[in-house]
């Protein structure tokens, strides 16, 4: 019964999370808001729903390791498994303008998540703080992009469009989306239930199970995205989802869930997942870097990074050669 639920969860977050993204984008397109915008928050941070309300579920079922574990395992599988299976499937050219900017802001959020890991604490002056960083990086990357024209706000009207249904009306959009807030709550609800008590049965702490089961299941939405995006030829766009919803699973998912429930962060997270998590935006830098592309061998290289840091999360020997419980 457990799987059963576990796999309905899984199913009801890909589909609601397609759902959506597809809806709101139809309605905001029916309202004539610009695609620049909507690739810039509804494609990016749509895609990241699943992993807020995991998280928030989670922090408010008193697991702080699924809700914080979901934060650092999502953004460590968006790279290494989903960028790493996009660059795979079709090399990735990297627009050095877009980024220079979106890159540098991923360095650095990541840097911000990991000194507020460090304090011990997610708290709700961090998440105000989170927060007015998403809507500062937001606001300044839309009038930025709108004034200059840049070659980086194709990218983000690439995944307005590929996201929209261009004939749906209005209230099929909102229909739509009404389905996928649904799916939403309910898949996460099932996933977090089934996954603690997965993670009860085999003697894991509710930590590793959220940087896991968790983290790659509210992940599904990007992950489907981005498979597609590339097999269509469209690969930019892929990448430009995955910095964004690294962005977003930070500043935003980080920052709600500190506001609503403030919660103590996991010592194994501290220790190791977050160090983690910065090694592989240190990685995907330098990948882009050096000839400002992700090739096939990077993408390889990144996909067997991800089966080592699984078989390091689900082999108890391993975790206690560091001293990890």
């Not at 995991?54 to 290494?80: C, D, E, F, M, T």
């Not at 909102?174 to 649904?182: D, Q, S």
């Not at 509710?206 to 498979?227: C, F, Q, R, Y």
Request: proline share 3%; aromatic share 8%; net charge neutral.
């Amino acid at each position: 019964m457990v799987i059963l639920q576990l796999i309905g969860g899984l199913v009801l977050l890909l589909v609601g999370g397609e759902a959506l993204v597809r809806g709101s984008v139809a309605v905001a397109t029916r309202l004539g808001v610009s695609k620049l915008f909507i690739g810039l928050t509804l494609v990016g941070f749509g895609t990241s729903m699943p992993e807020l309300v995991a998280s928030l579920q989670g922090a408010l079922a008193g697991y702080p390791g699924v809700a914080i574990g979901n934060i650092v395992g999502s953004n460590i599988a968006n790279v290494l498994l989903i960028l790493g299976i996009t660059s795979v499937i079709l090399p990735i050219a990297v627009n050095r303008e877009a980024f220079q900017r979106d890159g540098a802001v991923l360095v650095l959020s990541s840097l911000i998540l990991l000194g507020v890991i460090l304090t011990g604490y997610l708290s709700r002056p961090a998440g105000f703080i989170l927060i007015a960083l998403l809507l500062s990086y937001t606001l300044f990357s839309y009038w930025s992009e709108r004034k200059a024209g840049k070659a980086a706000a194709q990218i983000y009207e690439a995944e307005a469009d590929q996201a929209s249904y261009p004939n749906l009306s209005i209230w099929w959009g909102l229909a739509i989306f009404a389905v996928g807030v649904v799916g939403i709550v309910i898949g996460a609800s099932l996933l977090v239930s089934s996954s603690v008590e997965i993670a009860h049965h085999f003697g894991v702490s509710d930590a590793v199970i959220g940087l896991t089961l968790v983290a790659i299941g509210t992940s599904l939405p990007e992950l489907v995205t981005s498979a597609i995006a590339a097999v269509r030829g469209h690969a930019e766009v892929a990448f430009g989802n995955i910095v964004g919803s690294n962005i977003f699973n930070i500043f935003g998912i980080g920052g709600v869930t500190a506001l609503v429930v403030p919660i103590p962060v996991p010592s194994e997270i501290a220790q190791v997942d977050i160090w983690v998590m910065v090694g592989t935006v240190v990685l995907m830098a330098i990948a882009c870097i050096t000839g400002w592309r992700v090739s096939r061998r990077e993408g390889v290289f990144f996909l067997c990074c991800y089966v080592a840091y699984m078989a390091f999360q689900l082999m108890p020997g391993l975790r206690a050669a560091v001293g990890i419980v």
